[in-house]
T-cell receptor, first 113, second 117 residues
Framework: AAGVIQSPRHLIKEKRETATLKCYPI?????VYWYQQGPGQDPQFLIS???????DKGSIPDRFSAQQFSDYHSELNMSSLELGDSALYFC????????????FGQGTRLTVV | KQEVTQIPAALSVPEGENLVLNCSFT??????LQWFRQDPGKGLTSLLL?????REQTSGRLNASLDKSSGRSTLYIAASQPGDSATYLC????????????????FGKGTKLTVNP
């Protein structure tokens, strides 16, 4: 069965650089979520999209932005990177209507040096 | 604000033991609850989803229960194996979002399970 695909799997950037993370949800899933997980931490919600519109916003820095495109894939853009942005970034998708079970991708490990 | 707590933070057991992981949440008005497994540096694998109207769900050696009124869920793992070693995360969802789509998941900090051969 198709799963949530994230790319790249690993990314190394220098401080003040920009990064773009991509997420391809499960086909026919209409909701995408982005989470950030620091070392030893639980996943923290960043932002979500439903039918290509932003539906909720969490603790996402102003330096970050995201969007969902017409094919439902989503991109998280991160600018002016800081050392503290180093983390695992997860994308998840779910479907309305349905049981809304969320499926997560394998994540992108971002290291800022 | 919904808060999710998982106890214990870490658990080490010998192979073959049955064990229970606990999850509690402060706001009982949830839509559903999911249990996930996470291996070090890896993604989150959905184990079980319990809707608010359900009391329990089973998958193989795993059984999850939900007591919404008391804000508690348990994950029971039978006959544990070394391959079960991972961090287990509990997450709750409030419901449908007013702007469309479903509400975000709120996670606990997880229980790190080690099953010794």
């Amino acid at each position: 069965a198709a799963g949530v695909i994230q790319s790249p799997r690993h990314l190394i950037k220098e401080k003040r650089e920009t990064a773009t993370l991509k997420c391809y949800p499960i086909p026919r899933h209409d909701t995408v979520y982005w989470y950030q997980q620091g070392p030893g931490q639980d996943p923290q919600f960043l932002i979500s999209f439903y039918e290509k519109m932003q539906s909720d916003k969490g603790s996402i820095p102003d330096r970050f932005s995201a969007q969902q495109f017409s094919d439902y894939h989503s991109e998280l853009n991160m600018s002016s990177l800081e050392l503290g942005d180093s983390a695992l970034y997860f994308c998840a998708s779910s479907s309305i209507p349905g049981n809304t079970e969320a499926f997560f991708g394998q994540g992108t490990r971002l290291t800022v040096v | 604000k919904q808060e999710v707590t998982q106890i214990p933070a870490a658990l080490s057991v010998p192979e073959g033991e049955n064990l229970v992981l606990n999850c509690s949440f402060t706001d009982s008005a949830i839509y559903n609850l999911q249990w996930f497994r996470q291996d070090p540096g890896k993604g989150l694998t959905s184990l079980l989803l319990i809707q608010s109207s359900q009391r329990e769900q089973t998958s193989g050696r795993l059984n999850a229960s939900l007591d919404k009124s008391s804000g508690r869920s348990t994950l029971y793992i039978a006959a544990s194996q070394p391959g079960d070693s991972a961090t287990y995360l509990c997450a709750v969802r409030k419901g449908d979002h007013p702007q469309g789509g479903s509400e975000k998941l709120v996670f606990g900090k997880g229980t790190k399970l080690t099953v010794n051969p």
